[in-house]
């Protein structure tokens, strides 16, 4: 959903880069599992990559990728991950950029796949020329997306009943807590915060359609969800005006936003949001990601709205 929008590009720049891991410490140890090759892998919106054989030395440019790799069990096939990357801790860590991806660097990791969200500036010609093959993973645009994704990458990595094992765990993870989650006797509104320039998402958004699940109503779709690309800005004004019973902030790690920052604003300390104390700080991260962790995410939002309805 997410990085490639201006507001969220500020932040992607205040991640740290991590040290780099020079390809001949990255001996990537053989895949415990392997599934049928050669195989035909593609991903909701995104060109079909035939593998002749399992991929041994992959490199991750997208963080929801990497997450999804190592929670599928192709982590020892893993040599290098890009700086947005952070988890899990023990990616191996690199200044590769997902955002403007160098195929010279690329290639000093001898990848025979390389995983992306976007085939940037004509790379999948060019890491071609090295043979690696390029598998475009985009910004789900909904949760079927995202456990297609997961399936996908299972197939592709040699891992394919842990891919689908995966996907449907997440599936049923889901549909149990918002089955599970009391319904309030009102709907209940909410403002989500990407950065404290107020820029937001809509119900057209792939998080958006995920907390629709939930009955809450977004303050920031206005007449259109789909306009501004679902990701609008909004002013202090429009905020107050609708005076939402939930604010969630996408922006606590990267700019330290939590209730007592938010209540500080000018005239904030009225919302009712604020005033109950439902103002939910977020792991940037997980809230920003199609990964097996959108499960968390949607863990934090049914308590949100079970303490806000009751």
Excluded at 175 to 183: E, L, S
Excluded at 283 to 306: F, G, K, N, Q, Y
Aim: hydrophobic share 40%.
């Amino acid at each position: 959903m997410f990085r490639r929008f201006a507001p969220l590009l500020a932040v992607l720049l205040v991640l740290t880069g991590c040290a780099t891991r020079p390809a001949e410490e990255n001996s990537a140890a053989p895949p415990e599992s392997e599934g049928t090759f050669p195989i035909t892998v593609a991903a909701p919106g995104a060109p079909a990559v035939t593998l002749e054989a399992q991929p041994r030395r992959i490199v991750s440019l997208s963080p929801s990728a990497t997450e999804t790799l190592f929670a599928l069990g192709a982590g020892p096939q893993v040599v290098a991950v890009d700086t947005a990357s952070t988890y899990p801790p023990e990616a191996p860590h690199s200044q590769l950029s997902g955002l403007s991806p160098d195929p010279e660097a690329i290639a000093a990791y001898r990848p025979d796949l390389v995983v992306v969200y976007a085939d940037t500036g004509g790379l999948t010609d060019a890491l071609a020329k090295i043979g690696a093959k390029t598998l475009v993973m985009p910004d789900a645009k909904t949760l079927d997306d995202a456990y297609a994704q997961f399936v996908a990458l299972g197939r592709a990595t040699g891992h394919q009943a842990e891919g689908e094992s995966l996907a449907r765990q997440a599936r049923d993870d889901i549909d149990k807590i918002v089955a599970d989650t009391p319904k309030p006797a009102r709907p209940l509104s909410y403002y989500w915060e990407l950065d404290q320039t107020y820029y937001s998402v809509t119900s057209a958004t792939f998080v958006g359609q995920v907390l629709t699940r939930f009955g809450l109503t977004n303050i920031a779709d206005g007449t259109d969800p789909h306009a501004s690309g679902g990701y609008p800005q909004l002013s202090a004004e429009r905020i107050l005006r609708a005076n939402p019973d939930l604010i969630f902030l996408a922006d606590s790690k990267c700019c330290g936003q939590n209730g007592q920052t938010v209540a500080a604003r000018p005239g904030w300390n009225t919302l009712t949001a604020v005033q109950h104390n439902h103002v939910i700080a977020l792991d940037d991260d997980i809230a920003s990601r199609w990964s097996p962790r959108i499960v968390e995410l949607v863990r934090t939002v049914a308590d949100a709205v079970t303490h806000a309805g009751a």
